[in-house]
Protein backbone atom coordinates (compact mmCIF):
# COMPACT_ATOMS: atom_id res chain seq x y z
CA UNK A 1 0.00 0.00 0.00
CA UNK A 2 1.64 3.70 -1.34
CA UNK A 3 2.34 5.58 2.13
CA UNK A 4 0.22 8.96 2.59
CA UNK A 5 0.78 11.96 0.34
CA UNK A 6 2.71 14.68 1.70
CA UNK A 7 4.06 12.55 4.63
CA UNK A 8 6.10 13.64 7.07
CA UNK A 9 9.09 11.39 8.00
CA UNK A 10 13.42 11.73 9.32
CA UNK A 11 16.15 9.61 7.92
CA UNK A 12 17.43 7.96 11.27
CA UNK A 13 19.21 10.24 14.07
CA UNK A 14 18.33 12.86 16.72
CA UNK A 15 20.66 14.07 18.88
CA UNK A 16 22.17 13.21 21.70
CA UNK A 17 20.72 14.48 25.45
CA UNK A 18 23.77 16.32 26.75
CA UNK A 19 23.82 13.68 29.93
CA UNK A 20 24.41 10.90 27.40
CA UNK A 21 27.52 12.57 25.58
CA UNK A 22 28.67 12.55 29.36
CA UNK A 23 28.36 9.23 30.59
CA UNK A 24 29.14 7.62 27.44
CA UNK A 25 32.62 8.90 28.25
CA UNK A 26 32.04 7.26 31.39
CA UNK A 27 30.40 3.80 30.88
CA UNK A 28 32.73 1.79 33.03
CA UNK A 29 30.81 3.43 36.03
CA UNK A 30 27.76 1.96 35.30
CA UNK A 31 26.47 -1.31 35.64
CA UNK A 32 24.30 -3.32 32.89
CA UNK A 33 20.82 -2.37 34.43
CA UNK A 34 22.00 1.19 35.06
CA UNK A 35 23.52 1.10 30.84
CA UNK A 36 19.96 -0.23 29.93
CA UNK A 37 18.24 2.62 31.96
CA UNK A 38 20.38 5.12 29.86
CA UNK A 39 19.23 3.99 26.59
CA UNK A 40 15.88 3.62 27.41
CA UNK A 41 15.56 7.31 28.99
CA UNK A 42 17.46 8.53 25.65
CA UNK A 43 15.42 6.54 22.83
CA UNK A 44 12.17 7.94 25.50
CA UNK A 45 13.27 11.39 24.84
CA UNK A 46 14.18 10.99 21.13
CA UNK A 47 10.51 9.32 20.58
CA UNK A 48 8.63 11.94 22.77
CA UNK A 49 10.65 14.98 21.03
CA UNK A 50 9.28 13.62 17.01
CA UNK A 51 5.73 12.64 18.76
CA UNK A 52 5.32 15.85 19.92
CA UNK A 53 6.39 17.56 16.49
CA UNK A 54 3.45 15.75 15.30
CA UNK A 55 5.86 13.35 12.76
CA UNK A 56 4.23 10.17 10.84
CA UNK A 57 7.05 8.13 10.25
CA UNK A 58 9.38 8.16 13.52
CA UNK A 59 12.71 6.24 14.44
CA UNK A 60 14.39 5.85 17.79
CA UNK A 61 16.96 8.38 17.14
CA UNK A 62 19.94 6.09 16.56
CA UNK A 63 20.37 7.08 20.36
CA UNK A 64 22.54 3.43 21.05
CA UNK A 65 25.24 4.38 17.71
CA UNK A 66 27.95 6.81 17.49
CA UNK A 67 27.29 9.35 14.29
CA UNK A 68 24.92 6.95 12.32
CA UNK A 69 27.66 4.21 11.41
CA UNK A 70 30.44 3.90 13.92
CA UNK A 71 28.95 2.05 16.66
CA UNK A 72 28.41 -1.11 13.93
CA UNK A 73 32.36 -2.06 13.77
CA UNK A 74 32.24 -3.00 17.39
CA UNK A 75 29.55 -5.72 15.87
CA UNK A 76 32.30 -7.13 13.62
CA UNK A 77 34.72 -10.01 14.27
CA UNK A 78 37.97 -9.40 12.33
CA UNK A 79 38.98 -5.93 13.34
CA UNK A 80 41.29 -4.09 15.48
CA UNK A 81 39.47 -0.85 16.09
CA UNK A 82 41.96 2.40 15.44
CA UNK A 83 43.39 2.99 18.56
CA UNK A 84 43.66 6.77 18.19
CA UNK A 85 42.49 9.41 15.64
CA UNK A 86 44.50 10.35 12.94
CA UNK A 87 44.61 14.09 13.41
CA UNK A 88 44.11 15.84 16.97
CA UNK A 89 44.25 19.20 15.92
CA UNK A 90 42.48 21.35 13.32
CA UNK A 91 39.01 22.19 12.03
CA UNK A 92 37.17 19.30 12.41
CA UNK A 93 36.98 17.03 8.89
CA UNK A 94 36.49 13.98 7.23
CA UNK A 95 40.14 13.31 7.50
CA UNK A 96 39.93 13.04 11.67
CA UNK A 97 38.01 9.75 11.49
CA UNK A 98 40.30 6.72 11.54
CA UNK A 99 39.91 3.44 9.77
CA UNK A 100 40.42 0.06 11.33
CA UNK A 101 42.71 -2.74 10.20
CA UNK A 102 41.10 -5.70 9.08
CA UNK A 103 43.00 -8.91 10.77
CA UNK A 104 40.38 -11.72 9.69
CA UNK A 105 37.37 -12.91 8.14
CA UNK A 106 34.53 -10.18 8.68
CA UNK A 107 31.81 -11.61 10.16
CA UNK A 108 29.23 -10.66 12.90
CA UNK A 109 27.35 -13.44 14.47
CA UNK A 110 25.49 -11.23 16.73
CA UNK A 111 23.95 -9.04 13.88
CA UNK A 112 24.41 -5.86 13.88
CA UNK A 113 22.30 -4.53 16.92
CA UNK A 114 19.43 -3.08 14.52
CA UNK A 115 17.04 -6.12 15.97
CA UNK A 116 17.36 -5.04 19.25
CA UNK A 117 17.15 -1.38 18.53
CA UNK A 118 13.76 -2.18 16.52
CA UNK A 119 12.10 -4.00 19.53
CA UNK A 120 13.32 -1.49 21.95
CA UNK A 121 11.51 1.43 19.41
CA UNK A 122 8.37 -0.58 19.73
CA UNK A 123 8.44 -1.19 23.59
CA UNK A 124 8.63 2.56 24.27
CA UNK A 125 6.95 3.97 21.22
CA UNK A 126 3.60 2.76 22.17
CA UNK A 127 2.87 4.30 25.31
CA UNK A 128 4.07 7.27 23.99
CA UNK A 129 2.12 7.95 20.81
CA UNK A 130 -1.00 6.56 23.48
CA UNK A 131 -0.34 9.54 25.02
CA UNK A 132 0.93 12.60 22.32
CA UNK A 133 -0.95 11.30 19.62
CA UNK A 134 -3.96 10.40 17.83
CA UNK A 135 -2.76 7.52 15.72
CA UNK A 136 0.17 5.65 15.89
CA UNK A 137 3.19 6.41 13.70
CA UNK A 138 5.38 4.22 11.35
CA UNK A 139 8.72 2.88 13.31
CA UNK A 140 11.43 3.22 10.99
CA UNK A 141 15.20 1.48 10.85
CA UNK A 142 17.87 2.77 9.35
CA UNK A 143 21.04 0.50 8.21
CA UNK A 144 23.83 1.65 6.76
CA UNK A 145 25.25 -0.17 3.61
CA UNK A 146 28.17 -2.26 2.72
CA UNK A 147 29.64 0.57 0.94
CA UNK A 148 28.85 3.13 3.35
CA UNK A 149 30.67 1.01 6.26
CA UNK A 150 33.52 -0.23 3.27
CA UNK A 151 34.72 3.16 4.07
CA UNK A 152 36.03 3.31 7.58
CA UNK A 153 38.00 -0.24 6.71
CA UNK A 154 41.62 -0.49 5.69
CA UNK A 155 42.10 -2.96 2.37
CA UNK A 156 44.75 -6.04 3.55
CA UNK A 157 45.81 -8.91 1.03
CA UNK A 158 41.94 -10.84 2.00
CA UNK A 159 40.17 -8.04 0.68
CA UNK A 160 42.23 -5.72 -1.69
CA UNK A 161 40.52 -2.75 -2.30
CA UNK A 162 37.00 -1.02 -0.93
CA UNK A 163 34.99 -2.96 -3.15
CA UNK A 164 35.90 -6.54 -1.78
CA UNK A 165 35.45 -5.24 1.31
CA UNK A 166 31.85 -4.17 0.47
CA UNK A 167 31.62 -7.98 -1.28
CA UNK A 168 32.18 -9.07 2.19
CA UNK A 169 29.88 -6.57 4.19
CA UNK A 170 26.93 -7.07 1.77
CA UNK A 171 26.02 -10.04 3.14
CA UNK A 172 26.10 -9.01 6.85
CA UNK A 173 23.58 -6.34 5.93
CA UNK A 174 21.68 -8.31 3.98
CA UNK A 175 21.04 -10.68 6.69
CA UNK A 176 20.41 -7.88 9.03
CA UNK A 177 17.70 -6.72 6.89
CA UNK A 178 16.09 -9.76 6.43
CA UNK A 179 15.93 -9.97 10.50
CA UNK A 180 14.52 -6.85 10.89
CA UNK A 181 11.67 -7.68 8.69
CA UNK A 182 11.08 -10.77 10.49
CA UNK A 183 11.19 -8.36 13.76
CA UNK A 184 8.26 -6.55 12.13
CA UNK A 185 10.02 -3.72 10.69
CA UNK A 186 7.64 -2.49 7.49
CA UNK A 187 9.82 0.85 7.29
CA UNK A 188 13.22 0.57 6.51
CA UNK A 189 16.09 2.85 5.48
CA UNK A 190 19.30 1.58 3.87
CA UNK A 191 21.56 4.58 4.18
CA UNK A 192 24.27 4.71 1.75
CA UNK A 193 25.66 8.12 1.93
CA UNK A 194 28.95 7.39 0.19
CA UNK A 195 27.45 6.29 -2.77
CA UNK A 196 26.46 10.00 -3.95
CA UNK A 197 29.44 11.11 -1.72
CA UNK A 198 31.69 9.87 -3.49
CA UNK A 199 29.56 9.03 -6.92
CA UNK A 200 31.22 11.50 -9.13
CA UNK A 201 34.34 8.91 -8.91
CA UNK A 202 32.64 5.85 -9.26
CA UNK A 203 31.02 2.94 -11.59
CA UNK A 204 27.39 3.85 -10.88
CA UNK A 205 26.41 0.48 -12.03
CA UNK A 206 28.43 -0.91 -9.89
CA UNK A 207 26.95 0.66 -6.98
CA UNK A 208 23.57 -0.46 -7.91
CA UNK A 209 24.54 -3.89 -8.47
CA UNK A 210 26.15 -3.51 -4.76
CA UNK A 211 22.49 -1.93 -3.41
CA UNK A 212 20.07 -4.20 -5.12
CA UNK A 213 22.26 -7.99 -4.03
CA UNK A 214 22.25 -6.06 -0.32
CA UNK A 215 18.21 -5.46 -0.27
CA UNK A 216 17.27 -8.18 -2.33
CA UNK A 217 15.55 -10.55 0.32
CA UNK A 218 13.35 -7.54 1.71
CA UNK A 219 12.27 -5.96 -1.68
CA UNK A 220 8.34 -5.95 -2.17
CA UNK A 221 7.99 -6.71 1.79
CA UNK A 222 8.73 -3.43 3.51
CA UNK A 223 8.39 0.29 2.38
CA UNK A 224 12.50 0.44 1.66
CA UNK A 225 14.29 3.26 1.09
CA UNK A 226 17.74 4.98 0.52
CA UNK A 227 19.22 8.03 1.61
CA UNK A 228 21.41 10.26 -0.08
CA UNK A 229 23.47 12.79 0.41
CA UNK A 230 27.02 14.75 0.21
CA UNK A 231 28.22 13.95 3.58
CA UNK A 232 27.43 15.74 7.41
CA UNK A 233 29.91 15.19 9.26
CA UNK A 234 30.05 18.16 11.94
CA UNK A 235 27.60 19.92 8.99
CA UNK A 236 30.28 19.93 6.75
CA UNK A 237 29.62 18.18 2.92
CA UNK A 238 32.53 15.67 1.30
CA UNK A 239 31.29 15.35 -2.03
CA UNK A 240 30.40 17.45 -5.17
CA UNK A 241 26.77 18.44 -4.41
CA UNK A 242 25.11 17.78 -7.38
CA UNK A 243 22.88 14.97 -7.86
CA UNK A 244 21.84 15.35 -11.35
CA UNK A 245 25.26 13.02 -12.48
CA UNK A 246 23.65 10.25 -10.49
CA UNK A 247 20.56 9.63 -12.48
CA UNK A 248 19.52 8.05 -14.52
CA UNK A 249 21.53 5.58 -13.47
CA UNK A 250 20.30 5.17 -9.52
CA UNK A 251 17.04 5.12 -10.68
CA UNK A 252 18.17 1.14 -11.10
CA UNK A 253 18.12 0.89 -7.02
CA UNK A 254 15.28 -0.87 -5.98
CA UNK A 255 13.57 0.94 -3.67
CA UNK A 256 10.32 2.47 -3.11
CA UNK A 257 11.69 5.61 -1.68
CA UNK A 258 14.94 8.08 -2.81
CA UNK A 259 15.57 10.75 -0.07
CA UNK A 260 17.54 13.82 -1.22
CA UNK A 261 19.73 16.75 0.76
CA UNK A 262 17.38 19.72 -0.91
CA UNK A 263 17.50 22.41 1.92
CA UNK A 264 21.44 23.07 2.37
CA UNK A 265 21.62 23.52 -0.91
CA UNK A 266 18.57 26.15 -1.56
CA UNK A 267 16.64 22.87 -3.73
CA UNK A 268 19.05 23.72 -7.01
CA UNK A 269 17.31 20.64 -8.52
CA UNK A 270 13.55 20.66 -7.97
CA UNK A 271 13.89 19.78 -11.56
CA UNK A 272 15.12 16.14 -11.04
CA UNK A 273 11.77 15.62 -9.06
CA UNK A 274 9.48 14.56 -12.43
CA UNK A 275 12.32 12.32 -13.27
CA UNK A 276 12.45 10.33 -10.14
CA UNK A 277 9.16 10.57 -9.23
CA UNK A 278 8.14 8.56 -12.36
CA UNK A 279 9.22 5.87 -10.98
CA UNK A 280 9.82 5.77 -7.02
CA UNK A 281 8.80 8.00 -4.35
CA UNK A 282 10.48 11.32 -3.39
CA UNK A 283 11.57 12.26 0.00
CA UNK A 284 12.36 16.22 -0.34
CA UNK A 285 14.90 17.41 2.36
CA UNK A 286 12.57 20.75 3.07
CA UNK A 287 14.72 21.22 6.61
CA UNK A 288 18.37 22.44 6.48
CA UNK A 289 20.32 20.60 9.28
CA UNK A 290 23.56 22.00 8.42
CA UNK A 291 22.14 25.60 9.22
CA UNK A 292 20.92 26.89 12.65
CA UNK A 293 18.14 29.31 10.82
CA UNK A 294 14.96 27.24 12.12
CA UNK A 295 12.66 26.88 9.53
CA UNK A 296 9.07 28.48 9.92
CA UNK A 297 5.95 27.07 8.76
CA UNK A 298 5.83 29.61 5.96
CA UNK A 299 9.28 28.59 4.93
CA UNK A 300 8.14 25.13 4.77
CA UNK A 301 4.83 25.65 2.83
CA UNK A 302 6.48 27.48 0.12
CA UNK A 303 9.21 24.85 -0.26
CA UNK A 304 6.47 22.58 -0.36
CA UNK A 305 4.28 23.79 -3.04
CA UNK A 306 7.46 24.65 -4.69
CA UNK A 307 7.97 20.81 -4.69
CA UNK A 308 4.56 20.10 -5.96
CA UNK A 309 4.93 22.43 -9.03
CA UNK A 310 7.57 19.02 -10.06
CA UNK A 311 5.64 16.24 -8.92
CA UNK A 312 2.40 15.14 -7.49
CA UNK A 313 1.56 14.71 -3.69
CA UNK A 314 1.20 11.15 -3.81
CA UNK A 315 4.54 10.68 -5.04
CA UNK A 316 6.49 13.10 -2.30
CA UNK A 317 7.45 13.29 1.43
CA UNK A 318 8.88 15.85 3.69
CA UNK A 319 12.01 15.48 5.94
CA UNK A 320 15.33 17.03 7.08
CA UNK A 321 18.05 17.16 4.82
CA UNK A 322 19.89 14.60 6.55
CA UNK A 323 19.81 13.08 10.19
CA UNK A 324 19.51 15.46 13.45
CA UNK A 325 22.58 14.22 14.89
CA UNK A 326 25.09 17.11 14.81
CA UNK A 327 22.46 19.23 15.25
CA UNK A 328 21.98 20.74 18.79
CA UNK A 329 18.61 19.27 20.31
CA UNK A 330 16.65 22.48 20.85
CA UNK A 331 17.25 23.73 17.00
CA UNK A 332 16.12 19.70 16.24
CA UNK A 333 12.81 20.27 18.02
CA UNK A 334 11.89 23.17 16.35
CA UNK A 335 13.24 22.40 12.99
CA UNK A 336 11.10 19.44 13.01
CA UNK A 337 7.57 21.67 14.26
CA UNK A 338 8.25 23.66 11.71
CA UNK A 339 8.12 20.72 9.55
CA UNK A 340 5.27 19.33 10.06
CA UNK A 341 3.43 22.41 11.10
CA UNK A 342 3.79 23.98 7.24
CA UNK A 343 3.31 20.27 5.97
CA UNK A 344 0.07 20.04 7.51
CA UNK A 345 -1.18 23.55 6.49
CA UNK A 346 -0.78 22.44 2.38
CA UNK A 347 -2.50 18.88 3.00
CA UNK A 348 -5.06 20.75 4.31
CA UNK A 349 -5.11 23.30 1.65
CA UNK A 350 -5.42 20.30 -0.94
CA UNK A 351 -8.10 18.59 1.30
CA UNK A 352 -5.42 15.91 1.88
CA UNK A 353 -6.44 14.09 5.66
CA UNK A 354 -4.23 11.68 7.86
Not at 90 to 96: F, R
Not at 191 to 214: G, I, Q
Not at 309 to 326: I, N, R, T, Y
Not at 327 to 342: D, N
Request: glycine share 6%; with cysteine.
Amino acid sequence: MPPQPLRTTVVGSYPFPGWLEFACQHLDRFGDADRAELIDDAVSIAIGDQLEAGLEVITDGEQTRLDFNLSFYSFLEGLEPESASPRRFGPPAHDQRGKHRVTGELRAPRGLGTVEDFERLKRLAVPWAARVSHSAPALKASVPGPYTLSGRLVPNDRYQDRYALTEALLPIVRAELEALLKAGCREITVDEPSMSCYAHREDLRRLVDFFNRTVEPIVGRCHLSTHLCFGNYKARAVGPRRYAPMFPAFLEMNVDEIHLEMASREFAELDLLPLIAAKKQVAVGVIDVKSYYIETADDVVARVRACLKHAPAEKLSFAPDCGLSQTARWAARRKLKGLVAGVTRVRKELALHK
